[in-house]
C-alpha cells in the first residue's frame, strides 16, 4: 500500500471498527433533574400589597408571571397604576420585558424571555386596513 493511500485511510471516515478494534468506553449519563427552570405563575391583583409575590418572581429570574388586574383596576385605578409603574421599574432594572395582554392581564417576563409584538401590530394593521377597505365601499 503506497504512502498516499495509508494517509488516506488513517483521515477517511471508512474506518471500520475492526480497525479501531473492538474496545470502547460507555459513558453513563448522569440522572438529570425533572423539575423545570421555568416557571409560568398567575397572580391577582386584588390590592397593591399584592404586587410583592410579583416582584419577588422578577427578581428571581425564572418566572413568567400572568398578572390579573381585573379585581385592583374596579377597586382603585390610582392604586392600579402606582402597582404596575413599580412593577414596571423593577422588570426594567432586571432586563425584563412586561406587556399588557386583553384589558385585564400583563404578561411580565424575566430577562431571558421576550413578549412577541409583531404579531398584535400586524394583526391592528390588517384590520384598519379591512376598515378603510369598508368605507371606500
Given at each position: 500500500m ?108 424575566p ?25 371606500e365601499?
Amino acid at each position: 500500500m503506497s504512502i498516499w493511500n495509508r494517509i488516506k485511510s488513517v483521515f477517511s471516515e471508512e474506518t471500520t471498527a475492526a480497525e479501531l478494534g473492538e474496545e470502547y468506553v460507555e459513558l453513563e449519563t448522569e440522572a438529570k433533574d425533572k423539575t423545570s427552570k421555568v416557571i409560568i405563575k398567575p397572580f391577582t391583583l386584588n390590592k397593591f400589597d399584592d404586587i410583592r409575590g410579583v416582584l419577588n418572581a422578577v427578581r428571581e429570574g425564572y418566572t413568567i408571571s400572568i398578572l390579573n388586574i381585573a379585581p385592583l383596576k374596579e377597586k382603585d385605578i390610582t392604586e392600579l397604576k402606582r402597582a404596575v409603574d413599580k412593577i414596571k421599574k423593577t422588570v426594567e432594572a432586571n432586563e425584563g420585558d412586561i406587556a399588557g395582554f386583553g384589558e385585564n392581564f400583563l404578561v411580565v417576563t424575566p430577562s431571558f424571555a421576550r413578549v412577541d409584538r409583531s404579531k398584535q401590530t400586524e394583526e391592528t394593521s390588517e384590520a384598519a386596513s379591512a376598515q378603510e377597505a369598508e368605507e371606500e365601499i
